[in-house]
């Protein structure tokens, strides 16, 4: 039994919803496996762990400033041990940008932190108009409109292949 570390990023709770699948396809092989957001993560929490898995999610085409600190701080502690790397972005709906080799964003931050993690992961999210607020929702409207995605304000769509995230549980289990 490998005790599992999963740091999530969320902007509106579709990673750690990610999460929760993930950690109980993991469960299910006889892991241990806690949640906690990248913030409240200490140092000895990484420690401890021997397996980690970090989620992000993609806002206005970036990862969270605050998480890429993150990594790039525990850099030493995250390439010593089994880990594993996945984001959750709606351009990732797209078949041509759902690999970790195809993801725009996956790619560049890839290239820009010193972690190498041993798995990557890439999940479409979700879209939920009547969760943003009025700026919010104009924004991403107009983002799916150019790029052929919903644009009606009443909608929530979500894109995510759950087979997918339960096959990377899986794999992270298996690390």
């Given at each position: ?10 902007t509106?709770g579709?990673t750690?919803?990610?999460c ?5 396809v ?36 970036k990862h ?9 701080r ?10 594993a790397?996945?984001s959750?972005s ?7 940008r759902n ?7 996956v790619?560049?931050l890839l ?7 041993r798995?990557v992961?890439?999940?479409a ?24 995605g ?6 929530t769509v ?18």
């Open positions: 039994m490998a005790r599992i570390l999963i740091v999530y990023s969320t509106d579709h750690r919803e990610i929760n699948r993930l950690r109980g993991i469960e299910q092989q006889a892991h241990q496996v806690a949640l906690a957001p990248f913030g409240e993560v200490a140092d000895s929490d990484l420690e401890r762990c021997d397996r980690i898995v970090v989620g992000a999610s993609i806002r206005y085409g969270r400033p605050a998480l890429v600190d993150f990594i790039e525990n850099a030493a502690v995250l390439n010593r041990k089994p880990s790397f996945f959750v709606v351009v990732a709906r797209k078949p041509n690999q970790p080799h195809t993801n725009p964003y790619r560049k290239r820009r932190i010193a972690w190498r993690p798995e992961g890439v999940f999210g979700k879209i939920d108009y009547p969760r943003y607020g009025v700026l919010e929702r104009l924004v991403i409207r107009f983002i799916m409109w150019i790029t052929g919903p644009t009606d304000p009443n909608a979500e894109f995510t292949d759950w087979r997918k995230v339960e096959e990377f549980g899986k794999v992270i289990a298996g690390m």
